[in-house]
């Protein structure tokens, strides 16, 4: 079998180097390109099965390049791990909401990378279990409403985009209405992550989930020092 191609969008030279000989030494097939530009010109000749994706780049910028690729059917389903040095923490939301998958910010360490990695991949190549009977697709509480199967969440009678992991965020929170989840059960279950690190990324989604669903945390209720119920 074929091993996993990832495409490394990083101007940094050095970054770039170093994380391809990991992903090589580990069994990946890795391409780095300096621009967004040497990036769309590959990905016209062969897809790749994850992109890592740096921010700040010369002429287009990583968020532009995550958009367009959201954009595309061919193209908006492929795993985006953003890499990011910017500290401001919309600037990770806004990867977020655009639709990357996850976000490290530098210096990060290889095998965190190397674990974030596996997960991405692991999600998005195995087949989806066939839905089980008992299990409802259909949830209705506190005046917000998500289908599952449709991928659709009305919120108070209005309709509410939301990307991929935010939707998984609701749907794991609301079939465990009551009961208080940390934030580690948030990312095993949402992010498959097989780390135990300390990070933010479950706290931004919350943030951005609250502002799009209208919740001032009467719903999505934070447990000091645990997780995130829903009531």
């Not at 965190?112 to 409802?136: D, F, G, K, Q």
Request: include cysteine.
């Amino acid at each position: 079998m074929q091993s996993k191609l990832i495409y490394i969008v990083e101007d940094d030279e050095n970054i770039r180097s170093m994380v391809q000989y990991a992903l090589t030494g580990n069994g990946y097939r890795a391409v780095g390109f300096e621009t967004g530009q040497e990036f769309f010109r590959q990905m016209e000749q062969e897809t790749p099965d994850l992109i890592l994706l740096d921010i700040m780049l010369p002429g287009e910028d990583g968020l532009s390049i995550l958009r367009r690729l959201r954009g595309q059917d061919t193209t908006a389903a492929i795993p985006v791990l953003m890499l990011t040095a910017k500290a401001e923490e919309m600037d990770k939301v806004r990867g977020l909401d655009l639709g990357a998958d996850d976000y490290m910010g530098k210096p990060f360490g290889i095998l965190e990378l190397l674990s974030r990695i596996r997960a991405l991949l692991r999600r998005t190549s195995r087949p989806s279990a066939a839905p089980e009977e008992t299990n409802p697709s259909v949830y209705e509480y506190g005046g917000i409403r998500v289908d599952k199967d449709q991928h659709e969440v009305i919120a108070f009678g209005e309709p509410v985009q939301l990307t991929k992991k935010e939707f998984g965020l609701l749907c794991t929170l609301m079939e465990n209405r009551g009961r208080v989840l940390t934030r580690e059960q948030l990312m095993s279950q949402v992010w498959e992550f097989e780390y135990s690190g300390e990070t933010r990324t479950v706290d931004i989604h919350i943030n951005t989930l609250r502002k799009k669903i209208g919740d001032d945390g009467t719903r999505i209720q934070t447990v000091r020092g645990v997780g995130y119920k829903f009531v």
